[in-house]
Structures are given as C-alpha cells and as structure tokens.
C-alpha cells in the first residue's frame, strides 16, 4: 500500500494545454516536496511546500499544499515539451524524518 | 562539485553473483540515501546513513542486501546471491544538513541500471 498515491498515473496533452497532477494520503505530512525526472536521470527537487495552504509558483507551475496537509497538486500552464518527465511528490510525516515518495505521474507533452 | 556520481552506469550479471554499487556522495553533505525504482513499485527507499551511521534499513527487502559508508565520501550497495527479481534503478542521494531532512533538497545521482538474468 503506497502511503503517498498520485493521480493521473499517466497523461498525455497537446503544448499549449494546462494540466494539473495530484498527490494525496490519508496521512497528515510534514512537508511535501515535488520533484521532476528525466529519462535516464535521477529526479531534481522543483519546490518544497511546508505550511497547510501554502501556495508556490515557479514560472509557469503552481504548486498547492492542501490546508490539511494531506495532499498536494501541481499544476502547469501552457505545457510544452521541455515539461514531458515524471512528476514525483514526496514527503516525510515528521521533520527530521525519512522522506518517501509517491509512485508518479508520467506527463507527456506532445509537440 | 560534480553532484552524486554512481558506479557503474549499467550492471548486467547472472542470477546468483555478488553485485556491487558504488556511490560518491557530494562533499559536505551530511545525509547518504539509498533508492531502488521500478515500474511497479516506483521509488523506495532502501537504507539511509547520517554522518557513515546507518539510521534506518528497514526499506531493505532481504539480508541478500547489505550496505555500508566506510567513509563520508564512499557508499556501497551490495546484493549477494542476486536475483532477477532484483532488477532495477539504484539510485543514490544526498543531502546536506543543517536543515530538517524532510524540507531539504535530496540530490541524486544518476542512478545505476542493473539487469540480472
């Protein structure tokens, strides 16, 4: 049973198009962090959000940490290729604590 | 710094042998993780190291595993007997302290692709 689900698993959209990917549990986290990987590569950190509510933009991603602390999501604006990756969510339930992540969603943006 | 540099690349080896994967972590950093992906169970942690001590293991699936941190800038992961069923992306990480580990950035390496047939 995965501590952290993610939906969708998997999405395909044309460039130009806005998407939004989710992250959620029924366990209450610390922190949560988003993190994108490229094939043939380890995942890079794009954001950590920390208080419930808390809202973070990054160019043209916003990222939303649920005000309960359970969930997450992360949303694109007008997608375009250099998007296309796996979008993992990770989190710890305490500070100090193993961080573990969710099983990905697989974005594909289609030129 | 070069970042979180594994060894090798890619593993190819026969059911049975003794597998060795080798991480360097990124000077300075404090934390040492190590990760397995696959398809079906995505990324999973298998043990982490804070200043070379083991701090949790428990992600590690057998006794087949075993990992060590000889020194702050040397990690091993080995798999002996290996199995098919270990196939995989190893991944290492690292992360600098101070700072709680949950809201630090975990930096990877590349990852090591071992195929064991």
């Known amino acids: 049973t995965q501590l952290l689900e993610q939906s969708p698993q998997f999405l395909s959209i044309q460039e130009g198009e806005n998407l939004t990917v989710y992250c959620n549990s029924s366990?209450?986290?610390?922190?949560l962090q988003w993190y994108r990987q490229e094939p043939g590569e380890g995942p890079v950190l794009l954001v950590t959000?920390?208080?419930?509510?808390e809202v973070k933009k990054l160019k043209r991603l916003t990222f939303q940490f649920g005000d309960a602390r359970k969930d997450s999501s992360l949303h694109i604006t007008a997608a375009q290729p250099g998007d296309t990756g796996l979008y993992l969510c990770?989190?710890?339930?305490?500070?100090?604590?193993?961080?573990?992540f969710g099983p990905g969603t697989s974005l594909s943006v289609i030129p | 710094d070069a970042g979180v540099i594994q060894s090798p690349r890619h593993e190819v080896t026969e059911m049975g042998q003794e597998v060795t994967l080798r991480c360097k972590p990124i000077?300075?950093?404090?934390?040492l993780f190590w990760y397995r992906q696959t398809m079906m169970r995505g990324l999973e942690l298998l043990i982490y190291?804070?200043?070379?001590?083991?701090?949790?293991d428990s992600g590690m699936p057998e006794d087949r595993f075993s990992a060590k941190m000889p020194n702050a800038s040397f990690s091993t992961l080995k798999i002996q007997p290996s199995e098919p069923r270990d196939s995989a992306v190893y991944f290492c990480?690292?992360?600098?302290?101070?700072?709680?580990?949950?809201?630090?950035?975990?930096?990877f390496g590349q990852g090591t692709r071992l195929t064991v047939v």
């Open positions: 190291f804070n200043n070379n001590v083991p701090i949790d």
């Open positions: 366990s209450v986290f610390s922190s």
């Open positions: 990770a989190g710890a339930l305490a500070s100090y604590d193993k961080v573990i």
């Open positions: 959000v920390v208080t419930g509510g």
């Open positions: 990480a690292s992360i600098q302290y101070p700072g709680a580990v949950s809201d630090t950035e975990a930096f």
């Open positions: 000077s300075g950093h404090d934390y």
